[in-house]
């Protein structure tokens, strides 16, 4: 992915999207509040950047799946 395409995300949406990235080949459900704890962040501030990467044209997929104890995201690679 170039970074011309990425340039204009914060550097919170970049981590997350990296991690998303990294972790879709094996995995296809994430919890904010996980992806949280693994990156230093809240599960409110996961998931007010994940929303501007569900509109962006990245080699992801995000889509938001569940409320349970966190919001469940389903990502697709």
Not at 52 to 61: K, P, R, T, V
Request: glycine share 8%; no cysteine; net charge positive.
């Amino acid at each position: 992915m170039s970074t011309a395409l990425t340039a204009d995300l914060t550097n919170k949406q970049r981590q997350i999207l990296q991690y998303l990235r990294n972790n879709a080949g094996t995995k296809t459900y994430f919890k904010s509040r996980l992806i949280g704890k693994e990156l230093g962040m809240t599960a409110k501030e996961v998931g007010s950047n994940i929303t501007a990467l569900q509109d962006g044209n990245y080699d992801i997929e995000i889509e938001k799946w569940g409320y349970s104890s966190s919001t469940t995201w389903k990502v697709n690679a």
